[in-house]
Structures are given as structure tokens and as C-alpha cells.
């Protein structure tokens, strides 16, 4: 029920994004959805794309310093007060969210994050009948 | 001033005879008390009596620092346990710190040496000083605290750290000289500056400096910002600490406490002996120590003796130039040696470091700083995705550091193949630091 996303290690220090944007681009790779979080010295770019698998093979294989970690994506109706509900939901069970993004997709919004517990949420969500996003469904949308 | 006139001011020739009776005593203890020196010299077909004068030291095999690891921890150590009163240990190139253990008799010899420098420097017994090298397992802070007591003054054991608490003692007890680092001596000036209290309100007098290099300018600048008069004071924990050599008023070289510490310069790549006034690596033989006797010691400092031994102060002691580098790749931070070698040990035994570092050493507000630039594996990344990953291996990083060289780094991690290849050989130290 999760998706898959690449995490990236980069140092803050200018041509460091474009090198492995251009890895994915010679790859054939299409971008999703993208986020950069950083401190002073250090960065984690997060992607959201197609063919997650041969993406991240890719990026390993020239040595860079990446990870295939699981996370959920759910989609919103875009309109005011979703995002409420449906981290209400992960609130009222105690869940906390290590990081999130958002980004539109086929008119729908579309939430990623990252929980200290992804089964226990995905329970929650399920529960509160969220339209939680699979894999295929992504590349469905994208399209 | 001078603290032991007939030992200071010794005609040459008596001094010389001197030293090569104790030169001789020296061996003979050696041979019959250290296994390692025994093998050396009989490897050599040398026997203690043929060592009568000083001019025999040449005959005798050199001792280096790989020599004190090898025999880590007592090898080298010529007393029996039970007459070792103290232990000092400084950093080793790698792994082991290289351990000096002291009689009550060589802690004596010291403060005898270590008074002789701080009488010259004008210091006596109505004096306070401030000692402000770190105490510790660095001969630094004892080393001139037991000086300072020998001659009778009050001696502060401020040790390093604190330095707004150090500044406030100095004015209220009108402290009147300060043994520390010249970097930490700038320092101390700055957080002055920046307490607004002036140099008029303090009564520092005497700078006792030494533990890493510094030049003329540095001086007239501690001297001008601290209203004191600075002297260089140098040492080596190998050798016994602080009180090997030290600037009289002249202020022409640094007088070697020679009846103690036999000088010699030699050329570090052919060993071949070097004249007076030639530059190369200064090697010393310990004539009176009883814990750990060294027989010619290369100490990688590369300095030159001066010609003539007429100061105008009445002292017939030899005097060494200012040193003016290294023979080996050894960092002096803060004091402390540090050897590119350590680092790289260190980050070898971390499996989720690649074997490339970039050692930075810069001095901010005076104080000297390390940083430590090492590249992360891409596999140790393989499953992380935070932040955390990241900052936790700088962090493991740091604390290894710690534990094997004795001061903090800033451990910097740098992504996979952004630093060239270093473990070996390679420019692997930018030294931002300028002597000026």
C-alpha cells in the first residue's frame, strides 16, 4: 500500500542536484513529484517518480549515496479541509509524521509522508476510507 | 635573573666535561636497565666505556618516535616500577599515546629546569602566575606549575577553559605572568577586549609561551594587546615537558638546558651531524633522567644552534634558533600534536566512512580548529532517509576523534566522491593558519 520514493544524500554546495538529475534524465526516469530538506552542511532530496526500482539502481551504481524507502502517498479531493481530515486521522491515533509533501496530480491533491509507524496509519487511513495511492495508480495518474 | 648561577653560567669547558662523564653514566644505566638499548648498542659492537667524552655521541644509535610506540607502554622505561612517581603520555602517529614515566628525581630536575626558565622570564617568589596550559596527561599545565612552586611563587592553576573566569582572576588577584599557549594568550586578549576591560587594569608582567610555533609578530602583538613582555619556553614530553629551553632578557635564541638535555643538530635525511649555525632536525640526549633516558632523540623539530655562547645575560648555554618547522607531516593544534596518520586510522575503522579525508585547520578568534572532511560509503546511506543518518555518523565520527586525539573536530561529512583520494599519500591537510 506504500509507494516508493528515492532519498538522496547531497552536501548544500552548488551542481550537486543537477549531476543526479541528469543520471535520472539519461535513464528515461520521469520526475513526479520532488522535495529538498536541509541543514547548514547537509541535504536529502526526496523523489517520487517512475520505475522507482531501475532509478535507484541507476543512481547506485554511480555511486551515489541514495535509498528505496517506503511511504505513503494519499489523494485529496482539491478543496479547503482535506489535508485537515486526513492527518486528523493519524493524529487522533498518536501517529507522528516524520516528514510530508504535497503536490497536485490529475486534479487531485496528492500528500506524501513518512510516519514512525507506516502499518499502524495505513490501518487508520484505511479505516477513515482515505484513497490511499498505490504504485500502479501513480503511474496511472501521471499519465 | 638567574636561578642556578654555577649550573647557568658553567665554563664550557667544565660544562662539557660534565656531560660527557654523565653521558657515560647515561649508557652504562641504559645498557644494564633497558633491554632495547642493550640490542642496539651491542648490535653496534659498542660497549659503555667506549662513550667517555660528549664528542662520543655520535657513536650512539638514534632513538625515534616509532622506536616509544614500538615499546609501548614500559619498554623503554629504565627505573623500576616502583621509583616511577608520575606518568605523563602524549598522542602516538597512531594508535598508542606514547607513555613518560618520572622519578621523584626527574620530577625534581624539572622544576629545577622549569625555575631556571621562569627566573630568567624575571619571575620570582613575590609573583603570581597563572599556569594555563591544560593539566592533564599533557606535561604542559604540571610541568610549570611544579616551576612556578619551586620558585615560590603563587602559581593559579587555571589550566585552559573558562576564559571569562581566567580574565576576572587575573585582574582581581593582580596575577602577574601567565604560562599558556601564544594562540591562547591572543585569545585571552580578545575575550578581554570584549569584557571592556582594559590591559591598564591588569598587571600582567611575564609571558611564559610555548607548545606550538609562533613568530616575532605574534609577539608584539600579545605584547601590545596584554601590556606584558613574552618568552618563548619549549618542550617536549619525550624529553621531560616544558624547561628544555627558554629566552633570557636577550631574547637571542632560547638557552638549552644543556647539563641536562645534550643538543645536536643533524641533517634528517642523511642523519650526518650538522655545525653550529646550520640549520636541520634537533636531536637530544637526556644526561640525568632516570624513568625513561632517551638517547638521541630526533625530535622532527627542525631549528639551528646558534654560534657563540657569549649572551650578555652571563649564561654559557647553548641557545637554539626559534623552530622553524617539521620534519614529519605532525600538526600542533591547540598544543596538542596531531598526526594526519591517527585521523586516518581512525576513519579506516569506521565502516561507513569511505577512506578519503580532508584534514582543515583554521584559527578562529585565535584558537586554533580542526575540521575533518570525510566522505560517507553510498551503502552505508542505503536505507536511510533522514537527516539523522547523516548527522549521527558526523557524530560518531567526532567522538572516536575524540578518544584519540584529545581535542574536538568538527567532523564534516561530504557525499560520496567528492573528495580525492587521500589515505596513502596525497593533499590530504590545508593549513589555513598564517604565521605572520
Same mark, same amino acid.
Given at each position: 500500500m506504500t509507494i516508493h520514493q528515492l532519498s538522496i544524500f547531497i552536501e548544500n554546495k552548488a551542481g550537486t542536484l543537477v549531476v543526479i538529475l541528469r543520471q535520472l534524465k539519461e535513464a528515461g526516469i520521469q520526475l513526479i513529484a520532488s522535495t529538498i530538506s536541509d541543514t547548514v552542511d547537509y541535504g536529502i532530496c526526496r523523489i517520487i517518480c517512475s520505475e522507482p526500482v531501475r532509478a535507484f539502481e541507476t543512481l547506485r551504481d554511480a555511486g551515489v549515496a541514495v535509498s528505496l524507502c517506503e511511504v505513503i502517498a494519499v489523494a485529496l479531493d482539491d478543496e479547503p479541509g482535506r489535508a485537515a481530515d486526513a492527518i486528523g486521522i493519524l493524529s487522533e491515533e498518536g501517529i507522528s509524521i516524520a516528514y510530508l509533501y504535497s503536490f497536485l496530480l490529475g486534479g487531485k491533491g496528492v500528500l506524501v509522508f513518512r510516519t514512525d509507524n507506516n502499518e499502524r496509519a495505513l490501518e487508520a487511513l484505511q479505516r477513515g476510507k482515505m484513497d490511499i495511492i498505490r504504485e500502479k495508480d501513480l503511474s496511472k495518474l501521471a499519465v | 635573573m638567574i636561578w642556578n648561577e654555577h649550573k647557568e653560567t658553567m665554563s664550557r669547558d667544565h660544562l662539557s666535561a660534565m656531560q660527557g662523564h654523565r653521558l657515560h653514566k647515561m649508557v652504562d644505566y641504559l645498557y644494564h636497565n633497558v633491554p632495547f638499548y642493550r640490542k642496539k648498542l651491542q648490535a653496534m659492537d659498542l660497549i659503555p666505556d667506549d662513550i667517555r667524552t660528549i664528542e662520543d655521541i655520535v657513536k650512539l644509535p638514534f632513538t625515534t618516535k616509532q622506536d616509544l610506540r614500538d615499546n609501548y607502554p614500559f619498554g623503554l622505561q629504565a627505573a623500576p616500577k616502583s621509583e616511577i612517581i608520575r606518568i605523563h603520555a602524549s598522542s602516538g602517529t597512531t594508535g598508542n599515546p606514547t607513555i613518560v614515566g618520572y622519578t621523584r628525581r626527574d620530577i625534581e630536575i624539572w622544576a629545577e629546569c622549569m625555575a631556571r626558565c621562569l627566573t630568567?622570564?624575571?619571575?620570582?617568589?613575590? *609573583? #603570581?602566575?597563572?599556569?594555563?596550559? =591544560?593539566? =592533564?596527561?599533557?606535561?604542559?599545565?604540571?610541568?610549570?606549575?611544579?616551576?612556578?612552586?619551586?620558585?615560590? =611563587?603563587?602559581?593559579?592553576?587555571? +589550566?585552559?577553559?573558562? #576564559?571569562?573566569?581566567?580574565?576576572? /582572576? $587575573?585582574?582581581?588577584? =593582580?596575577?602577574?605572568?601567565?604560562?599558556?599557549?601564544? +594562540?591562547?594568550?591572543?585569545?585571552?586578549?580578545?575575550?578581554?577586549?570584549?569584557?571592556?576591560? *582594559?590591559?591598564?587594569? $591588569?598587571?600582567?608582567?611575564?609571558?611564559?609561551?610555548?607548545?606550538?610555533?609562533? #613568530?616575532?609578530?605574534?609577539?608584539?602583538?600579545?605584547?601590545?594587546?596584554?601590556? /606584558?613582555?613574552?618568552?618563548?619556553?619549549?618542550?617536549?614530553?619525550? $624529553?621531560?615537558?616544558?624547561?628544555?629551553?627558554?629566552?633570557?632578557?636577550?631574547?637571542?635564541?632560547?638557552?638549552?638546558?644543556?647539563?641536562?638535555?645534550?643538543?645536536?643538530?643533524?641533517?634528517?635525511?642523511?642523519?650526518?651531524?650538522?655545525?653550529?649555525?646550520?640549520?636541520?632536525? /634537533?636531536?637530544?640526549?637526556?644526561?640525568?633522567?632516570?624513568?625513561?633516558?632517551?638517547?638521541?632523540?630526533? #625530535?622532527?623539530?627542525?631549528?639551528?644552534?646558534?654560534?657563540? *655562547?657569549?649572551?650578555?645575560?652571563?649564561?654559557?648555554?647553548?641557545?637554539?634558533?626559534?623552530?622553524?618547522?617539521?620534519?614529519?607531516?605532525?600538526? $600542533?593544534?591547540?598544543?596538542?600534536?596531531?598526526?594526519?596518520?591517527?585521523?586516518?586510522?581512525?576513519?579506516?575503522?569506521?565502516?561507513?566512512?569511505?577512506?578519503?579525508?580532508?584534514?582543515?585547520?583554521?584559527?578562529?578568534?585565535n /584558537?586554533?580548529?580542526?575540521?575533518?572532511?570525510?566522505?560517507?560509503?553510498?551503502?552505508?546511506?542505503?536505507?536511510?532517509?533522514t537527516i539523522d543518518a547523516i548527522t549521527g555518523l558526523a557524530k560518531k565520527v567526532a567522538h572516536r576523534l575524540r578518544s584519540v586525539l584529545s581535542i574536538n573536530a568538527l567532523v564534516h561529512i561530504r557525499q560520496p566522491g567528492s573528495l580525492e583520494r587521500s589515505v596513502g599519500k596525497g593533499k590530504y591537510v590545508i593549513d589555513n593558519r598564517v604565521l605572520k
Open positions: - | 630568567a622570564y624575571g619571575m620570582t617568589r613575590d *609573583d #603570581t602566575f597563572s599556569v594555563s596550559y =591544560g593539566y =592533564g596527561l599533557f606535561t604542559g599545565g604540571l610541568g610549570a606549575h611544579y616551576g612556578v612552586e619551586k620558585v615560590g =611563587g603563587a602559581v593559579v592553576p587555571a +589550566s585552559t577553559g573558562n #576564559t571569562e573566569k581566567h580574565i576576572r /582572576l $587575573i585582574r582581581d588577584l =593582580g596575577i602577574d605572568g601567565i604560562a599558556c599557549t601564544p +594562540s591562547y594568550a591572543l585569545h585571552l586578549a580578545e575575550v578581554m577586549e570584549k569584557l571592556n576591560i *582594559d590591559k591598564k587594569e $591588569i598587571r600582567l608582567r611575564i609571558g611564559a609561551f610555548g607548545a606550538e610555533p609562533w #613568530t616575532e609578530n605574534m609577539r608584539q602583538e600579545i605584547e601590545s594587546r596584554l601590556g /606584558l613582555k613574552g618568552y618563548n619556553l619549549y618542550g617536549l614530553s619525550e $624529553i621531560m615537558g616544558p624547561c628544555v629551553s627558554f629566552e633570557c632578557e636577550c631574547q637571542h635564541g632560547s638557552h638549552i638546558n644543556e647539563d641536562h638535555f645534550f643538543p645536536e643538530i643533524i641533517n634528517p635525511q642523511t642523519l650526518e651531524p650538522l655545525g653550529r649555525g646550520q640549520q636541520g632536525e /634537533l636531536v637530544f640526549t637526556t644526561l640525568t633522567k632516570q624513568g625513561m633516558p632517551l638517547l638521541r632523540y630526533r #625530535t622532527r623539530d627542525l631549528c639551528s644552534l646558534l654560534e657563540g *655562547d657569549d649572551c650578555p645575560c652571563g649564561r654559557t648555554l647553548v641557545r637554539m634558533s626559534p623552530v622553524m618547522g617539521r620534519s614529519d607531516d605532525m600538526l $600542533i593544534i591547540r598544543g596538542i600534536n596531531v598526526f594526519p596518520s591517527q585521523v586516518e586510522a581512525v576513519i579506516l575503522d569506521i565502516p561507513e566512512c569511505a577512506p578519503r579525508y580532508l584534514l582543515v585547520v583554521d584559527r578562529v578568534d /584558537l586554533d580548529t580542526l575540521t575533518v572532511q570525510v566522505e560517507m560509503r553510498p551503502e552505508y546511506f542505503s536505507g536511510a532517509d
